[in-house]
């Protein structure tokens, strides 16, 4: 089983795909969580990408398609994969559809997350303040001004892959603002389906 999750940042994309990976034992791969892997690790890669990241924007595409690419071929990808902030773009979305195909994997389903804006931004400010409460660190992208940039981008580069994916009529829709357990029935129904 392959699923995308598709939806703009703070949707609960990452929340789910804990749950899921949890449930049907797939692999959860978060390009943002292996791009911050890379930052923390000060890998060449890293370094060039925490400007980027800082701002809001999008890393390039090559360099995203080949780590997913080298990612998607370890052992613990071959149950199945949850593409958790992946693709972010059509060029992406092409890539993706090209590597599966060569691993006879198709997609399963692409989740698509429907979300209120004004909603996100009191649900980032709550989880800037969870984490300081509990002495977390906060993301360095996770601040009101970065939050409205990447919904920006969101809307221009990304929203043009809901098309691309609902031309291939495995597209579903959900309530991202309904609570948590409430997202996840809603997805488990369309897996059963599939
Ligand atoms: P969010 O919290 O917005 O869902 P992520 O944790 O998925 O964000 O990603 C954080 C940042 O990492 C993005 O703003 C972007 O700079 C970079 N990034 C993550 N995934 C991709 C991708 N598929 N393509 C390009 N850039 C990406």
Redesign the pocket.
Known sequence: MNIILIGP??AG?GTQSKILETKYGLKQL????M??AEVSAQTELGQQ?KA??DS????S?DI?INMIAQRITQPDCAQGVIF??????VE?AKALDRMLAEKKKPLTAVIHFQVNEDELVGRLNSRIRQAQESGQAVRA?DNEATLRQ?LA?YREQTAPIIPYYEATGLMKKVDGMAPIEDVTEQIEGFLKSV
């Open positions: 940042p703070g994309k978060s390009t943002g969580d791009l911050r990408a980027i990241m809001g924007k999008l890393i595409d995203i958790d902030g992946f693709p972010r773009t992406q992208d990447r981008v």
